[in-house]
């Protein structure tokens, strides 16, 4: 949606690397900020979430990153594994609706 | 097993046709929403329902339309008006009307192609 732009479009790492993936959004009321992992010929699933009264959150490999001054937040993944080859999303709420990022395709090279 | 169901998953259709994809959800969900999806675009909002008997336009409505008269259903027809149909469509629900409350809970899709 143009109110969530998201990078990179793409993202290739060696396995056991880290990956970074970017959304930046417009509106300042937004306080929500969900991230979705779609595998392939799968559903969007819900895999972390961040407030805007915290500026971390981690959930094991995973964190997210807000930064409300900048209006943007990050996704990290740490010590790939092939498991986390995906489309990601991330997700800002306008109004009453989830606007999207346009997703990253992430491919973890073994 | 509570959940979100689509149908049909595949779906082919003549230009000119009218085609209605169904969703039901058993999770009791107030809102609900239905997403087209294409290869680098993302997921665009169609149309969305906060409460039963009412629903508005998202962002694409134009060659779309919907019905909320039962709080577990929430059918998207595509009509012969919608210039390029053939997409993913992902419907969702969200315990609430309001969209930083929690997960949005996805079906699995359906994939329309137009012939």
């Known amino acids: 949606g143009e109110n969530v732009e998201q990078h990179p479009s793409t993202l290739s790492v060696q396995e056991g690397d880290s990956a970074v993936i970017k959304c930046t959004y417009s509106?300042?009321?937004?306080?929500?900020f969900p991230w979705y992992k779609q595998e392939l010929g799968k559903r969007p699933q819900l895999i972390i979430d961040?407030?805007?009264?915290?500026g971390e959150k981690k959930d094991q490999r995973i964190a997210v990153t807000l930064n409300k001054t900048a209006k943007h937040f990050s996704l990290h993944i740490t010590e790939t594994q092939p498991e986390d080859s995906a489309v990601y999303f991330c997700a800002a709420p306008v109004d009453y609706k989830l606007s999207f990022g346009a997703g990253t395709t992430v491919t973890v090279r073994a | 097993d509570g959940g979100i169901t689509q149908s049909p998953k595949y779906l082919f259709r003549k230009e000119g046709q009218n085609v209605t994809l169904s969703c039901e959800q058993n999770?009791?969900?107030?809102?609900m929403y239905w997403y087209r999806q294409d290869p680098g675009q993302g997921l665009r909002l169609i149309y969305y329902?906060?409460?039963?008997?009412?629903?508005q336009k998202g962002d694409i409505a134009e060659g779309y339309s919907v019905s909320r008269e039962k709080k577990e259903s929430f059918p998207l027809t595509v009509t012969s008006a919608q210039k390029n149909p053939t997409a993913f469509y992902l419907c969702a629900s969200l315990k609430s009307g309001r969209a930083n409350t929690g997960e949005l809970f996805f079906g699995e899709g359906s994939r329309l192609t137009v012939l």
């Open positions: 329902s906060q409460i039963v008997n009412d629903f």
């Open positions: 999770l009791n969900h107030d809102a």
């Open positions: 961040i407030r805007s009264n915290v």
């Open positions: 509106d300042s009321a937004s306080n929500y």
